[in-house]
Structures are given as C-alpha cells and as structure tokens.
C-alpha cells in the first residue's frame, strides 16, 4: 500500500473518530440538559396553540403586540385558576371533614363498625389490622419526615410552571419577528414552504388539543353520569378532576379511575366496585376506540399510526412523550409530505411499432394510424 493510500487511510479513520466524539459530547449535553431541553419543548407546544388566539385579538381586538398576548394568557390563566379553585376547595373541605371524623372512623374500624369495618370484617382483615395496628401507627408517623423531600419537589413544579409559562409568552410575543427573520434568510420558493409548513403544523397542534379535549369532556360525563347514578357525593368536582386527568394521553383515564373507585369505595363497596368496573371498559374503549379516531380525524392521521406512535412515545418518553406524541407524528408526516421525493417523474413513454398506412376510399383524409396535420 502506498504513502498516499496509508494518509487517506488515517484521515478517513481521524475523520470517523471526531464524528463518534462529537456525537457523544452532543448526547452529553442534551442528557445534562433534558429538563431544559424538555420545558423549552412544551413551551413551544402550547406557544404555537395559543398563537392563533393572539393573532385573532390582535386583528379584532387591540392593535399592539403585546397587549393582545397579555390578555390571551391572562385569560388562560383566569380559565385554569377557575378550574382549580371549583376542584380544591371542596377537596380541602373535604380533607377538614375527614380529619374531624377521623378520631371517630378510627374508634368505629376498631369496633366492626362503619364502612371501612365492615370491609375488614368481609375480608377477614380485622385480625391483621389489630395485630398490626402498632406498626401501622409507625408508617403513619413516617409519613411527615420526608417534607424537605416534598417541598423541593414542589418548589421544582412551580419553577417548571413558571419557566414555561414566561418561555411560552416570549415565543408567542416573539413570534411574527422570528418567522420574518426566518424567511428572509431563504429564497422565495423556501420561504413559502416554510410558511406551509408552519401552517399545517399549527393545525396539527390545534387540532391535537380540540381533540383531546373532546375526549376529556366525554370521560367527564360519563364518570358524573355513572358516579351520580350509585349515588356518589361531589360527583361533578371528581367528574371534573377526571376529565383534567384524562388530558394525559393513555395514563389519564388511569389517574382518573383511582380517584373515582377511590370515591365510591368510601361510599359503599357496591359502588366503588362498579365504578372500577366501568373505568375498565372505559379505558379500553377509549385507547383503542375513541383517541385513535378522534385524533385521527382531528389531526388527520391514520388510526393505526395515531396508537402506534402514543405506545412508542409513552415506552420511550414516558409522559411527556405520550404528550407529544401525536403532534410529533403529524409534524413528521408534514416534513415528509413536503421534503419526500414524491415518486411521480415523467416516463419515457414507449415507441409504438410502426402500422400500416391506410387511406380512405377515395385516397383523400388523412392517414389511420397518424395524426391529422395542423389545422385539419
């Protein structure tokens, strides 16, 4: 092997090695920076569902900016605040009854009493409970030491909130500078590619959100329907903290279900039990049935692709790739429409083998078998 050979050897092997380095110290970085990586996501998710809004009340309602995006998000976050007092308030009243009666339940259980009694009577658990009843008492002591351990976790949640709230109103604030910036960068023919696919991914994203709500909205009537009907108290609060549950695409309705069955088993055991039963079917119906169409027809995905993408996404991303899944897979279907060869190309088309010519009688008209000449 030549000097030559052996120089192109090495550089093509040098060339090889900084690739491999490069992409692991970019894996690195995207790895150390995950949580920011991934609220700089959602950000942009819901900057791009409440773009339209903005751009709506910019043209009807005010003419400045950034007036029309402070009152979109100020009203969102009136919406959202409205929704979370109609579910703490009564939970927190809720939570005051209990622990005023909780004296009582516990005398009451000791005693066979009660509907938390009775369920360890029908179970045959009371024995357990009263020989076990020291070391119950223990775990339930431990349950307030890990309170530095929750309030961090607390403190982290609304520093997420916070920071996607304020990236969300920049990227929205922002936007018509950014697009434009953007498109001056590129010629005419890329520009308006750009602009297409924009537009079709701020539907995709829209639709994915009107979509999964439908959803919700139909989870939520259904659990008041069947919670009023067993006779469950604030069935309309924990129908309303099921349809938000049911926002998470796949686990949602899970969350949900425990809420409810939780419910009903304080009730009675007859309707917890039916209240668990119907959130199994529910929740088959639902992940197989009523988000693959749904989303299908509000994203315009097929059905298949829509369930095969949630499970990947869900397997690989956990919840938050269960979140975006399905915006993703339609943003992915844009690109492929638009940058996908898309196989249609012009064909040689086939010489004929030459007939015989034929004239009419009389020798006059044209040829059979060739065309008429200009003007004929």
Avoid at 83 to 111: K, N
Avoid at 200 to 210: A, M, N, Q
Wanted: glycine letters at 10%.
């Amino acid at each position: 092997m030549s000097k030559a050979d052996d120089r192109s050897t090495a550089r093509r092997a040098l060339i090889v090695i900084g690739l491999v380095l490069v992409t692991l110290a970019g894996l690195a970085l995207v790895w150390a920076t995950r949580r920011v990586l991934v609220w700089g996501l959602v950000a942009a998710f819901f900057a791009v569902a409440l773009k339209p809004l903005v751009d709506w009340v910019e043209r009807r309602l005010v003419r400045h900016r950034a007036l029309a995006t402070l009152l979109v998000f100020l009203a969102t976050f009136v919406v959202l605040a409205a929704l979370g007092a109609m579910i703490v308030l009564p939970l927190v009243d809720e939570l005051g009854r209990f622990a005023d009666r909780a004296p009582e339940l516990v005398r009451e259980t000791r005693a066979g009493r009660g509907p938390v009694g009775e369920a360890l009577n029908r179970f045959h658990l009371r024995r357990y409970a009263d020989t076990h009843a020291d070391q119950l008492q223990r775990y339930g002591a431990r349950i307030g030491q890990p309170a530095v351990g929750v309030l961090r976790g607390v403190l982290q949640t609304v520093a997420a909130v916070v920071t996607v709230v304020v990236l969300a109103y920049l990227m929205v604030l922002e936007a018509p500078k950014i697009i434009a910036g953007t498109l001056k960068l590129v010629g005419d023919g890329a520009a308006e590619r750009l602009r297409r696919i924009g537009r079709d991914s701020s539907r995709i994203i829209t639709g994915y959100l009107s979509g999964n709500l439908v959803i919700s909205v139909i989870c939520g009537g259904l659990t008041f329907g069947v919670l009023f009907l067993v006779g469950v108290p604030f069935a309309g609060v924990i129908a309303l903290v099921v349809a938000l549950a049911d926002l998470i695409p796949l686990v949602g309705a899970t969350l949900g279900a425990i809420v409810a069955a939780g419910a009903g088993f304080l009730h009675s055991p007859t309707a917890g039990v039916v209240v668990l039963v119907f959130f199994v079917v529910y929740q088959q119906v639902e992940n197989h049935l009523l988000q693959p169409v749904i989303m299908a027809r509000a994203v315009r995905l097929n059905p298949l692709t829509v369930l095969v993408s949630v499970l990947l996404a869900a397997e690989l991303a956990g919840l938050v790739g269960a979140l975006l899944a399905i915006p993703v897979a339609g943003i992915a279907q844009v690109l492929l429409r638009e940058f996908a060869p898309t196989g249609q190309q012009a064909l040689p088309v086939p010489a004929t083998p030459e007939r015989p010519v034929r004239r009419p009688a009389g020798g006059r008209g044209p040829a059979e078998g060739n065309p008429p000449p200009a003007g004929g």
